[in-house]
Nanobody
Framework: QVQLVESGGGLVQAGGSLRLSCAASGSCFSVRSMGWYRQGPGKQREFVARISIGGETSYEDSVKGRFTISRNNAKDTIYLKMNRLKPEDTAVYYC??????????WGQGTQVTVSS
């Protein structure tokens, strides 16, 4: 099993920044990639960014150039630095871990609210 705990959400004005963290524990050796998803009010959960064990990254188009995903392997933690936040970035942000077995684990989510 892999347990994920997110932190760092909050309320910020448009144009501001936040950094989310996701700490993994448990069978972290079995994780091949981790990422961030979000679910806005009345919307489906959507992909935001992903980082592989080797450090390769990918982003959803609307966050490219504004968000940066990174990882600290020693701490089994990933981060999402969000700059130039927009009201449409308001959502619950979820951390996600994909294991080599194909199993997916989710964190409990952290709320990000961007005021206009």
């Amino acid at each position: 099993q892999v347990q994920l705990v997110e932190s760092g959400g909050g309320l910020v004005q448009a144009g501001g920044s936040l950094r989310l963290s996701c700490a993994a524990s448990g069978s972290c050796f079995s994780v091949r990639s981790m990422g961030w998803y979000r679910q806005g009010p009345g919307k489906q959960r959507e992909f935001v960014a992903r980082i592989s064990i080797g450090g390769e990254t990918s982003y959803e188009d609307s966050v490219k150039g504004r968000f940066t995903i990174s990882r600290n392997n020693a701490k089994d933690t990933i981060y999402l630095k969000m700059n130039r936040l927009k009201p449409e970035d308001t959502a619950v942000y979820y951390c996600n871990a994909l294991r080599y077995t194909g199993t997916v684990h989710w964190g409990q989510g952290t709320q990000v609210t961007v005021s206009s």
